[in-house]
């Protein structure tokens, strides 16, 4: 018999959610205690972990309203038949049949203005007190229609293109035609004590690919992490340079009261690292940057411009193989969410406008070794000596305030071919700080 994995009570407040993403695929084997899927409280990312070992079938989808207690897939041991089951018919119903959110799973309402509107959770209030935005603007997302943050933080991003955000005065700090200014999304993967981790992914991916590396170690401290502009959830808007895009990263930390800090940043990530110690806006007291671009102009334009073409999980697999040593590191689930991304022309768009602009003819447009020689924090880098996307003769030469990993038998992405080692380095930063 399949054993079933059922939807968690995640807050005392609702009876009801949606899942964030699955972080399995269809058919892929997993064991007991690995991650199955997210789910986005507004207050941090809840993992949600397998019952036992064998094969997940009959997955449902990630934005489909399910009560607590409800099956969301099934787990099969090997070579047990599966099929006909509730989930799956679930799946295969009319959209006008899908579950919807009842009316006694709506939270408390307040009057504001004129009308009535679900009531916003704390971190979405907060946010739209610092940025003057009048709440009867906005449309909740979340269970029950109740306002999240990041449907503030979508209108902030779209207010220099439309004007369905209210701003209360001129003196407010988001200007309507400044998007640079527009908090970006993110999630706190891990809650915990002592300085937090704000991780900044790379180009083309979003704050997802930190997952692998947290998975094994469990950290006990806090790691926050965001997506960058025209990736993952964050407003789609591309800023003119690189200083615009650290202002944007630091208005976000700074809306998530984050004081002293490190950062690890992979590829264009690790790039954004560098220029936001330089600036000496946030205190910041260690970088650890996995294989970070600008430090040579050269990159792999063949792959910047395959792994935004492909559409299919077959034409995207060999652009995804070169970015790790071993191509057993692109997981299923690695894969299908690539394909997600290239599902949502949106998306795909505002990365090629990235790409354009900061990538531009093939070449990085961005140079970071002036950022690292002024810094007095300790910095670590971490560069597989078989990248694909970046060569490592770019990471020679170094200034002498940088300590560098060279990691044979590694692609371009170390912290998750080899993530037990990137833990180690990233903790050592941390005790250093």
Same mark, same amino acid.
């Given at each position: 018999?399949?054993?079933?994995?059922?939807?968690?009570?995640?807050?005392?407040?609702?009876?009801?959610?949606?899942?964030?993403?699955?972080?399995?695929?269809?058919?892929?084997?997993?064991?007991?205690?690995?991650?199955?899927?997210?789910?986005?409280?507004?207050?941090?990312?809840?993992?949600?972990?397998?019952?036992?070992?064998?094969?997940?079938?009959?997955?449902?989808?990630?934005?489909?309203?399910?009560?607590?207690?409800?099956?969301?897939?099934?787990?099969?041991?090997?070579?047990?038949?599966?099929?006909?089951?509730?989930?799956?018919?679930?799946?295969?119903?009319?959209?006008?049949?899908?579950?919807?959110?009842?009316?006694?799973?709506?939270?408390?309402?307040?009057?504001?203005?004129?009308?009535?509107?679900?009531?916003?959770?704390?971190?979405?209030?907060?946010?739209?007190?610092?940025?003057?935005?009048?709440?009867?603007?906005?449309?909740?997302?979340?269970?029950?229609?109740?306002?999240?943050?990041?449907?503030?933080?979508?209108?902030?991003?779209?207010?220099?293109?439309?004007?369905?955000?209210?701003?209360?005065?001129?003196?407010?700090?988001?200007?309507?035609?400044?998007?640079?200014?527009?908090?970006?999304?993110?999630?706190?993967?891990?809650?915990?004590?002592?300085?937090?981790?704000?991780?900044?992914?790379?180009?083309?991916?979003?704050?997802?690919?930190?997952?692998?590396?947290?998975?094994?170690?469990?950290?006990?401290?806090?790691?926050?992490?965001?997506?960058?502009?025209?990736?993952?959830?964050?407003? !789609?808007? +591309?800023?003119?340079?690189?200083? %615009?895009?650290?202002?944007?990263?630091? @208005? /976000?930390?700074?809306?998530?009261? *984050? &004081?002293?800090?490190?950062?690890?940043?992979?590829?264009?990530?690790?790039?954004?690292?560098?220029?936001?110690?330089?600036?000496?806006?946030?205190?910041?007291?260690?970088?650890?940057?996995?294989?970070?671009?600008?430090?040579?102009?050269?990159?792999?334009?063949?792959?910047?411009?395959?792994?935004?073409?492909?559409?299919?999980?077959?034409?995207?697999?060999?652009?995804?193989?070169?970015?790790?040593?071993?191509?057993?590191?692109?997981?299923?689930?690695?894969?299908?969410?690539?394909?997600?991304?290239?599902?949502?022309?949106?998306?795909?768009?505002?990365?090629?406008?990235?790409?354009?602009?900061?990538?531009?003819?093939?070449?990085?447009?961005?140079?970071?070794?002036?950022?690292?020689?002024?810094?007095?924090?300790?910095? !670590?880098? +971490?560069?597989?000596?078989?990248? %694909?996307?970046?060569?490592?003769?770019? @990471? /020679?030469?170094?200034?002498?305030? *940088? &300590?560098?990993?060279?990691?044979?038998?590694?692609?371009?992405?170390?912290?998750?071919?080899?993530?037990?080692?990137?833990?180690?380095?990233?903790?050592?930063?941390?005790?250093?700080?």
């Amino acid at each position: 018999m399949p054993i079933h994995v059922v939807y968690p009570k995640v807050s005392l407040e609702l009876s009801s959610g949606r899942i964030a993403r699955w972080l399995v695929a269809e058919g892929e084997p997993v064991r007991q205690g690995q991650v199955l899927f997210e789910i986005d409280n507004d207050k941090a990312a809840v993992e949600v972990e397998s019952p036992a070992d064998g094969v997940i079938r009959e997955l449902i989808g990630s934005e489909i309203e399910v009560d607590v207690g409800d099956n969301v897939a099934r787990i099969y041991a090997d070579a047990e038949a599966h099929g006909d089951s509730k989930v799956t018919a679930a799946l295969q119903a009319p959209a006008a049949e899908m579950k919807v959110p009842r009316a006694a799973t709506m939270p408390e309402t307040r009057e504001s203005g004129h009308r009535a509107h679900p009531n916003p959770t704390p971190l979405a209030r907060r946010i739209v007190k610092e940025n003057g935005i009048v709440l009867d603007a906005l449309h909740g997302t979340g269970p029950g229609g109740r306002i999240q943050k990041t449907d503030v933080v979508a209108k902030i991003g779209s207010a220099g293109h439309t004007q369905s955000v209210t701003i209360e005065s001129a003196a407010s700090p988001v200007a309507q035609s400044d998007p640079s200014h527009a908090l970006l999304h993110t999630v706190w993967l891990r809650r915990g004590e002592g300085i937090p981790v704000i991780l900044l992914h790379g180009f083309s991916a979003d704050l997802n690919n930190w997952r692998g590396m947290l998975a094994g170690a469990r950290p006990d401290w806090p790691a926050l992490a965001i997506d960058l502009p025209a990736h993952g959830r964050s407003p !789609r808007d +591309v800023p003119e340079d690189l200083n %615009r895009m650290a202002e944007q990263v630091e @208005a /976000t930390i700074a809306s998530e009261q *984050v &004081g002293p800090l490190v950062i690890a940043g992979h590829s264009f990530g690790g790039a954004l690292a560098a220029r936001l110690a330089s600036r000496g806006q946030l205190d910041i007291r260690g970088l650890c940057l996995f294989a970070p671009a600008g430090l040579g102009p050269e990159i792999n334009a063949a792959f910047v411009d395959g792994v935004l073409r492909a559409q299919r999980s077959d034409s995207l697999r060999p652009w995804l193989d070169l970015l790790a040593h071993d191509p057993a590191t692109i997981s299923p689930a690695f894969l299908e969410a690539v394909v997600q991304q290239r599902d949502d022309g949106g998306l795909t768009a505002a990365m090629r406008a990235f790409a354009e602009r900061f990538l531009p003819d093939g070449t990085q447009a961005i140079s970071i070794r002036g950022d690292l020689a002024r810094l007095l924090s300790p910095v !670590r880098v +971490v560069f597989g000596r078989q990248d %694909r996307i970046l060569p490592f003769s770019g @990471a /020679t030469g170094l200034p002498g305030n *940088v &300590g560098m990993h060279a990691v044979d038998m590694c692609g371009h992405m170390p912290h998750l071919e080899y993530p037990v080692l990137a833990m180690k380095i990233l903790d050592e930063v941390r005790r250093s700080s």
